[in-house]
């Protein structure tokens, strides 16, 4: 078991996920991971409570995150 590679998702930082949402409002293409370079898997979840936000994966660096694909509106909006 400890020689399997960890597959365990981590989250992106504030800034990678800032950096991907201008990805995602302004390329006509998939977005790339901000760590890596590969490009992320972008899913749109179901249910109405997380409508407008889309899941995204790098399968590369096992990283994850929630974003919304709306501007923040409020200083404290992170995602």
């Not at 901000?34 to 399968?59: A, F």
């Amino acid at each position: 078991m400890l020689d399997e590679p960890r597959s365990t998702p981590v989250t992106f930082s504030h800034e990678e996920i800032a950096e991907i949402r201008v990805m995602l409002t302004t390329w006509d293409k998939p977005p790339t991971c901000p760590r890596c370079e590969n490009e992320l898997t972008v899913e749109e979840p179901e249910g109405e409570q997380l409508k407008g936000q889309v899941y995204l994966m790098c399968r590369a660096c096992h990283r994850t995150a929630f974003v919304s694909r709306e501007t923040r509106r409020r200083p404290f909006d992170l995602y």
